[in-house]
């Protein structure tokens, strides 16, 4: 018994370091390339901070898409959201500073309503979250092009600080970024609701039956994923200085957030996995785009290997594993 | 207690025979539309009318007859849509405007097919990467493929002889008067992949998989083979659409777009569940023609693009919540 948990002792180590590892690499290669180019500019400490703050949006939208994948549902609405999001912020601000903080509320509440919406579908009336969601993203996206089928409103500069601002040298973004992963963190690892999130994700039967509230656990999960979204569009409404209702569809945040989780470490069907393997995917992720920049790979070519390297990056870890998927 | 088993035995027996002849809901929705459409365009019921929606409908049939064999096994297919933009472009590219081509670059476009089914397949098997996430991968390199092999700007056009499939009828027949060879493709292909669910060991053991893979596997189904075949029968199926596509739209690089979620949708309509053990061809076909009859008829009443995307929405779900009633009311899991 004590021979056997010793013996499989390092494979379960060697999951756990998987994502560190890959990151590693990744490094690895952007550090090569950069230095065989002779490129060393791109190895300052400002050259990281904007390959970081490239991908503020995606990091948002994964911390969120964390919790509800670790709960063992999915998100697929996050995309239309984000979009929502930035188009109604841009609309109610208008340019005038004053409208700032009701549109920022509104902006959460509709994140949070979307969120509940979906955690009511997916609980109370038992439909897979793949439907819940993909079924909340097309109703979004319809309203939203209804609603706005102009979009005008922009957003005031004031509001621009939020994307463009800093504070001792480094983007206001990549620090709300930064407490934002931390919070996740605190949550995660050092509260009961953190604990019940993996249990639920585990397995929700024995979770019930140990007495936990998996429907309220699932949904919190939900309001947390689309709050997360709605941030992400109110950043990208301050990058853009407007909002524009195909702007998450464009950036693919729904399937890119999921495959960045999943790169991390976390499993698709729940409870296993935690945030600092979502970090270590966006860091990969958006150090794939900077090598293949630096490395001058044409665009089309750059996607392709990007549908690899997901699918790579994953079976990395998932190959060892003896579970049948499908 | 024997007493007990088979009174609950022969109970079960008349359940399941009283249950026989239960006629999927979908059928009665699909039926109801169809006359619903009459009423609100007469001309439906002429030849043309009918015939022209089957044609429009065959592609999205034909991909969820595909698209059911996965789910079935319990998982998705998400490269379907690109797999058809693939086709398109790819056809174009090849055949440089001549027609002698045509066979030659369609049978290329089926071993490509074949190949991707294959990939799929394997790297679900045996890399044990969950489909959503193997799919996702080969739909943003089957799109960047697409987009690398014509530049970007795919130029041509399909000849005649290859928009044949999507665009010609054989006239003069009795009784319909012509019949539109997408129809035709439509109804073989619906022939063979419901043949191969519903009637062979094959289907039987595409259920078993989907329904308990540890269990499949300890009875002895080979789940790799069957799994690689049910992402064949999809990725075949999504080339046969795409050349039905290529005959009725033009060449670009977003044919196949958003087309793997209609026919998730379509399959989900027909009553299929996700996650897999349970799905029917027909059902899947009838969810296809569904999707498009209501499309049809919110066009006829003047609704704009963006209320048919909310409309998609509350079907998806309002099908899945009656799915998920339906079986809990009748006691299974």
Known sequence: MNKATLLRRPAWRMEQCAPALLLGLAVLIYVAIALSLGLTRFLTPEATVSILNRSVALGITAVGQTFTILVGSIDLSVAHLISA???????????????????????????AVVGTLNGLLITRLDVNPLIATLGMALIIQGCLA??????????????????????????VSLIVLALLVLGAWIVLRFTRFGSNIYSVG????????????????????????????????????????????????????DLESIAVVVIGGTILSGGKGGIWGTVAGVIIFSLIDSIFNLAGIDAFAKQVMRGIIIVAAVAFY???SKRIVA | MIQETVGSAKTRGVASIGRLPKINPVFFVLAALLVAIT??????????????????????????????????????????????TLTVVGSSMLLDNSADAT???????????LAVGVVNGLVVSYLRVPSLIATLGMMITLNGAAFMWSSGSP????????????????????????????LLVLLVVGFILFWLMHRTNLGRMLHALGDNPRAAQMSGVPIERVRIIAFVASSLSAVTAGILLGGFAGVSTDVGVGYELQAITACVIGGAQLLGGRGSVPASIAGALT???????????GLPKPTRDVVQGLILIAAVVLATYRRNRAGGT
């Not at chain 2, 130029?155 to 997408?182: D, K, N």
Request: charge should be positive; proline fraction near 5%; hydrophobic fraction near 50%.
């Open chain 2, 103 to 113: 066979w030659w670059v369609i049978a290329v476009m089926y071993a490509v097919g």
């Open chain 2, 155 to 182: 130029r041509g056009y399909l000849p005649e002889t290859f928009r044949f499939f999507g665009r010609a009828s054989i006239q003069g027949i009795p009784l319909i008067q012509f019949l539109p060879v997408a």
């Open chain 1, 202 to 253: 585990g397995n929700r039967d024995t979770a019930r039956a140990a007495g936990i509230n998996t429907t309220r656990v699932v949904m919190a999960s939900h309001i947390i994923c689309s709050l997360c979204a709605a941030l992400a569009g109110l950043y990208l409404a301050s990058r853009l200085k407007s909002g524009s209702p195909w702007i998450g569809t464009e950036g693919a945040y």
């Open chain 2, 291 to 301: 999707l498009t009859a209501i499309f049809t008829l919110l066009n006829f009443i």
């Open chain 1, 318 to 320: 998932a190959v060892r």
């Open chain 1, 146 to 171: 209804s609603f706005y089928g102009r979009f005008d409103g922009s957003v005031p500069d004031a509001f621009q600080y939020f994307a463009y601002g800093e504070v001792l040298g480094l983007p």
């Open chain 1, 85 to 111: 999001s930035a188009v109604v912020s841009s609309a109610i601000m208008n340019g005038d500073p004053a409208m700032m903080v009701p549109a920022v509320v509104a902006v959460l509440v509709m994140g």
């Open chain 2, 39 to 84: 009423f609100s365009n007469p001309n439906f019921i002429e030849p043309t009318g009918y015939m022209n929606f089957l044609k429009r409908a065959a592609p999205l049939a034909i991909l969820a007859a595909g698209q059911i064999y996965v789910i079935v096994s319990g998982g998705f297919d998400l490269s379907a849509g690109s797999l058809i």
